[in-house]
Nanobody
Framework: QVQLAETGGGLVQAGASLRLSCAAS????????MGWFRQAPGKEREIVAG????????YYADSVKGRFTISRDNAESTVYLQLNSLKPEDTAVYYC?????????????????WGQGTKVTVSS
């Protein structure tokens, strides 16, 4: 079993940057595909980005493409999400999640382990 803990959220102004981290505890972190999701108030949870086990392939939602970057360090059992050029519509609780699928799922139901989330608030 993998336990995930996100850090790095906060309150920033539009245009600023943040770096979210998700530290995993438990064995075999490198065998999991990792994803970042977000959930804004009153909205469904949506995928933001995903990364394959080796880090060789990534996925981004259209809304964040070119602004956010996902990466991972398997030696440190950590996945990161760099958020640049933040907009008020990026305000949400951000979650990391792990799955053993063969590709990068875009639906939350395909992920089996979840962190508690870290809140990102972007003011205009």
């Amino acid at each position: 079993q993998v336990q995930l803990a996100e850090t790095g959220g906060g309150l920033v102004q539009a245009g600023a940057s943040l770096r979210l981290s998700c530290a995993a505890s438990g064995p075999n972190f490198s065998t999991y595909i990792m994803g970042w999701f977000r959930q804004a108030p009153g909205k469904e949870r949506e995928i933001v980005a995903g990364i394959l086990r080796s880090g060789g392939s990534t996925y981004y939602a259209d809304s964040v493409k070119g602004r956010f970057t996902i990466s991972r360090d398997n030696a440190e059992s950590t996945v990161y999400l760099q958020l640049n050029s933040l907009k008020p519509e990026d305000t949400a609780v951000y979650y990391c999640a792990a799955t053993r699928r063969y590709d990068i799922p875009t639906v939350s139901a395909e992920y089996i382990y979840w962190g508690q989330g870290t809140k990102v608030t972007v003011s205009s």
